[in-house]
């Protein structure tokens, strides 16, 4: 398949008149300066090592799809094309100067699609324009790393010893224009460009598989430009978990258009309703221009955006962290759209959506992912580390609109939302794992069908019995499946609650969800209110397994009774494991809790500054009782 493929060295690359085209699909640049200085310095080893029979150096590959005459959509090589043209940018206004100016050099040869502060950076870098002005901020680091990396290299700077810099940067300079070669394979005319890519490394790395399905579903909407770019917009927006989705949305005009001047209604009700925002756009004093980014000579379908930097909002660099990760979340805006049982496994993504791609699927697709995103932003629980560096809190944030700029405020002072974090906060650190969120499928499934939280601890408190009834007491044989609980039940449990539960022995298959359950209703009856769910993954036994020295072991009948269990972390455990409770209980006054229903058993401990078989049973006796009040 790659065999049609010529050679060429950088001047004859630039003097063609050919045009490079970065699809949307592909990584940003994102080449540093180590990157940087081994390519200056292989290429000035090699043209010193004059002995060699071939005095080349090999720069790599450039695979291209030929779109039009002199324009190539670039499949592979653009980092290094990319940094070619910057150095060019930079050796003709940093070091040539009116010195001796490269005549076949007549631009930058490249334009990032849909892309237009990379664009339109590498043209004001040829155009030595003000610094300032330059908006990308690695292709700008790059160019103000040419002319120091030059001088590391060759061991001297221009500014002092700029005889011996002229002569060697002139050796490099001949080598670096006629000796540096690049190979151009242009891939067959019926290729299909994502897979391909697919399939293809880019420095190694293998590209995401949300950014594979990213390329499929804005191939599908190519004919329609305001979609393709509307889409490319949204897509972007909502891939950043960490951050607002409207604050994705750069474009100060197109932001109000979508969110209000509130930031905090989306107005459109469906994907071509967004369009017709772009399109009144076009209309408003500065117009919206396709032809402004990509020339009059060009091709490429693109729409230029306003050019307005991004709104700045105080504290709120890697303020939070999402309780999922993007192609996850990918999947979940999939199931609930779709009603249908696929796996929330995002090795699978890319088989997933594999039969559903078409105009139609993408539009309703990219308006819910969206809708989604914002709901899950306004009312999902987050880590936020404004006030904690190291572990932040469980928060759930207004964006509010602001005399200058935006904010983040805890507008939900009420009882109801601090149920809401708390039960949120439960399903989460009870479920870690990113494929098995169910409860959070079942959160925006709620939020589709309202548009607001309101109603939503009621939801998630009926789910979390739904859970319990369903599941959790049940045999492996009677448990029903999360898609039944969610999606036919609607998070309503199916069974009723027994007159007595068989509580949960010690074994390896002990469900933490148990735990967490229960100390969520301990918490609601007013227990420790300053309790806060964290991970704790280890069950431990308040009387050890193998009690230290001078402490009798117990009978394995109470020893993995519930009631001498609890959660608490992983780090406590080995360290306390063997310790007494009087001698936990003592450690723990000097650290917060890991559990209520733990701080409980210690609190009886305090007491009688002893932890018998009968404490063991009564405790028992009393979680049982909180738990069968929660479920009835």
Same mark, same amino acid.
């Given at each position: 398949m790659l065999n049609n493929s010529d050679m060429f060295s950088l001047k004859e690359l630039f003097s063609k008149g050919d045009k490079y085209i970065i699809p949307i699909y592909q990584r940003n640049y994102a080449w540093e300066k180590t990157h940087l200085q081994q390519l200056v310095q292989d290429v000035w080893d090699s043209c010193l090592n004059t002995h060699k029979k071939d005095r080349n150096y090999y720069i790599g590959t450039l695979v291209v799809y030929k779109t039009s005459q002199n324009l190539y959509e670039t499949i592979d090589g653009q980092q290094r094309l990319t940094t070619i043209n910057i150095?060019?940018?930079?050796?003709?206004?940093?070091?040539?100067?009116?010195?001796?100016?490269?005549?076949w050099f007549n631009g930058?040869?490249?334009?990032?699609?849909?892309?237009?502060?990379?664009?339109?950076?590498?043209?004001?870098?040829?155009?030595?324009?003000?610094?300032?002005?330059?908006?990308?901020?690695?292709?700008?680091?790059?160019?103000?790393?040419?002319?120091?990396?030059?001088e590391t290299v060759f061991g001297c700077s221009?500014?002092? *010893?700029?005889?011996? +810099? %002229? #002569?060697?940067?002139?050796?490099?300079?001949?080598? $670096?224009?006629?000796?540096?070669? &690049?190979?151009?394979?242009?891939?067959?005319?019926?290729?299909?460009?994502?897979?391909?890519?697919?399939?293809?490394?880019?420095?190694?790395?293998?590209l995401e598989k949300h950014e594979i399905l990213k390329?499929?579903?804005?191939?599908?909407?190519?004919?329609?430009?305001?979609?393709?770019?509307?889409?490319?917009?949204?897509?972007?927006?909502?891939?950043?978990?960490?951050?607002?989705?409207?604050?994705?949305?750069?474009?100060?005009?197109?932001?109000?258009?979508?969110?209000?001047?509130?930031?905090?209604?989306?107005?459109?009700?469906?994907?071509? *309703?967004?369009?017709? +925002? %772009? #399109?009144?756009?076009?209309?408003?004093?500065?117009? $919206?221009?396709?032809?402004?980014? &990509?020339?009059?000579?060009?091709?490429?379908?693109?729409i230029s955006s306003n050019r307005d930097k991004e709104d700045k909002y105080?504290?709120?660099?890697?303020?939070?962290?999402?309780?999922?990760?993007?192609?996850?979340?990918?999947?979940?805006?999939?199931?609930?759209?779709?009603?249908?049982?696929?796996?929330l496994d995002d090795k699978r993504l890319l088989d997933i959506f594999e039969?559903?791609?078409?105009?139609?699927?993408?539009?309703?697709?990219?308006?819910?992912?969206?809708?989604?995103?914002?709901?899950?932003?306004?009312?999902?629980i987050k880590r936020d580390f404004v006030d904690n560096k190291e572990t932040g809190k469980w928060n759930i944030l207004k964006l509010e609109v602001q005399e200058k700029g935006y904010s983040y405020n805890n507008t939900y002072h009420d009882k109801e939302e601090e149920k809401n974090i708390m039960i949120q906060a439960m399903f989460h650190v009870s479920l870690p794992s990113q494929s098995y969120k169910h409860?959070?499928?079942?959160?925006?499934?709620?939020?589709?069908?309202?548009?607001?939280?309101?109603?939503?601890?009621?939801?998630?408190?009926?789910?979390?019995?739904?859970?319990?009834?369903?599941?959790?007491?049940?045999?492996?044989?009677?448990?029903?499946?999360?898609?039944?609980?969610?999606?036919?039940?609607?998070?309503?449990?199916?069974?009723i609650c027994p007159d007595?539960?068989?509580l949960p022995r010690f074994n390896a298959n002990i469900d933490i969800f148990y735990f967490n359950y229960l100390d969520m209703q301990l918490w609601l009856r007013g227990y420790h209110r300053e309790f806060v769910f964290t991970s704790r993954s280890s069950v431990e036994h308040f009387y050890p397994q193998h009690p230290m020295e001078n402490f009798e072991p117990m009978d394995e009948e109470h020893l993995h009774s519930f009631g001498n269990l609890c959660l608490i972390s992983a780090s406590k455990n080995s360290k306390l494991s063997n310790f007494s409770p009087i001698q936990k209980t003592d450690f723990y006054k000097k650290s917060t809790i890991d559990s209520i229903k733990q701080k409980l058993m210690m609190d009886i401990c305090e007491s009688k500054r002893n932890w018998e078989t009968s404490d063991i049973e009564k405790h028992a006796a009393d979680m049982e009782s909180v738990l069968l009040e929660s479920l009835k």
């Amino acid at each position: 398949m790659l065999n049609n493929s010529d050679m060429f060295s950088l001047k004859e690359l630039f003097s063609k008149g050919d045009k490079y085209i970065i699809p949307i699909y592909q990584r940003n640049y994102a080449w540093e300066k180590t990157h940087l200085q081994q390519l200056v310095q292989d290429v000035w080893d090699s043209c010193l090592n004059t002995h060699k029979k071939d005095r080349n150096y090999y720069i790599g590959t450039l695979v291209v799809y030929k779109t039009s005459q002199n324009l190539y959509e670039t499949i592979d090589g653009q980092q290094r094309l990319t940094t070619i043209n910057i150095i060019l940018c930079a050796l003709q206004n940093e070091i040539e100067k009116k010195r001796n100016p490269f005549p076949w050099f007549n631009g930058v040869n490249l334009a990032y699609q849909l892309r237009e502060k990379a664009s339109s950076s590498l043209q004001q870098l040829y155009e030595h324009v003000d610094p300032l002005s330059i908006e990308d901020a690695y292709i700008k680091q790059m160019y103000d790393d040419v002319k120091p990396t030059m001088e590391t290299v060759f061991g001297c700077s221009l500014a002092e *010893e700029e005889a011996e +810099f %002229v #002569e060697r940067y002139d050796k490099f300079k001949k080598y $670096f224009f006629d000796n540096v070669i &690049i190979t151009r394979v242009l891939l067959p005319s019926d290729t299909v460009m994502s897979h391909y890519f697919e399939i293809m490394n880019t420095r190694g790395e293998q590209l995401e598989k949300h950014e594979i399905l990213k390329a499929r579903m804005l191939e599908a909407l190519k004919g329609d430009t305001k979609a393709l770019w509307l889409a490319n917009r949204i897509w972007e927006a909502c891939s950043d978990m960490n951050h607002y989705v409207q604050m994705g949305i750069s474009d100060t005009k197109l932001r109000q258009l979508i969110f209000s001047n509130d930031m905090n209604t989306l107005k459109a009700r469906d994907f071509d *309703e967004l369009v017709r +925002f %772009v #399109e009144k756009m076009e209309q408003q004093e500065e117009p $919206f221009s396709i032809i402004d980014v &990509i020339g009059k000579d060009s091709n490429i379908d693109q729409i230029s955006s306003n050019r307005d930097k991004e709104d700045k909002y105080s504290g709120n660099e890697d303020r939070f962290h999402s309780v999922i990760n993007f192609p996850n979340f990918l999947l979940h805006v999939f199931r609930v759209i779709s009603k249908t049982d696929i796996p929330l496994d995002d090795k699978r993504l890319l088989d997933i959506f594999e039969k559903k791609i078409n105009t139609v699927f993408v539009k309703q697709f990219i308006y819910q992912l969206l809708k989604l995103r914002f709901l899950f932003d306004k009312y999902i629980i987050k880590r936020d580390f404004v006030d904690n560096k190291e572990t932040g809190k469980w928060n759930i944030l207004k964006l509010e609109v602001q005399e200058k700029g935006y904010s983040y405020n805890n507008t939900y002072h009420d009882k109801e939302e601090e149920k809401n974090i708390m039960i949120q906060a439960m399903f989460h650190v009870s479920l870690p794992s990113q494929s098995y969120k169910h409860w959070l499928c079942a959160a925006l499934l709620y939020l589709s069908d309202h548009d607001d939280g309101y109603g939503l601890y009621d939801y998630l408190n009926r789910l979390s019995h739904a859970y319990m009834l369903d599941r959790f007491i049940r045999s492996s044989s009677e448990q029903l499946d999360y898609y039944q609980i969610i999606f036919k039940n609607e998070g309503k449990p199916y069974n009723i609650c027994p007159d007595k539960l068989i509580l949960p022995r010690f074994n390896a298959n002990i469900d933490i969800f148990y735990f967490n359950y229960l100390d969520m209703q301990l918490w609601l009856r007013g227990y420790h209110r300053e309790f806060v769910f964290t991970s704790r993954s280890s069950v431990e036994h308040f009387y050890p397994q193998h009690p230290m020295e001078n402490f009798e072991p117990m009978d394995e009948e109470h020893l993995h009774s519930f009631g001498n269990l609890c959660l608490i972390s992983a780090s406590k455990n080995s360290k306390l494991s063997n310790f007494s409770p009087i001698q936990k209980t003592d450690f723990y006054k000097k650290s917060t809790i890991d559990s209520i229903k733990q701080k409980l058993m210690m609190d009886i401990c305090e007491s009688k500054r002893n932890w018998e078989t009968s404490d063991i049973e009564k405790h028992a006796a009393d979680m049982e009782s909180v738990l069968l009040e929660s479920l009835k």
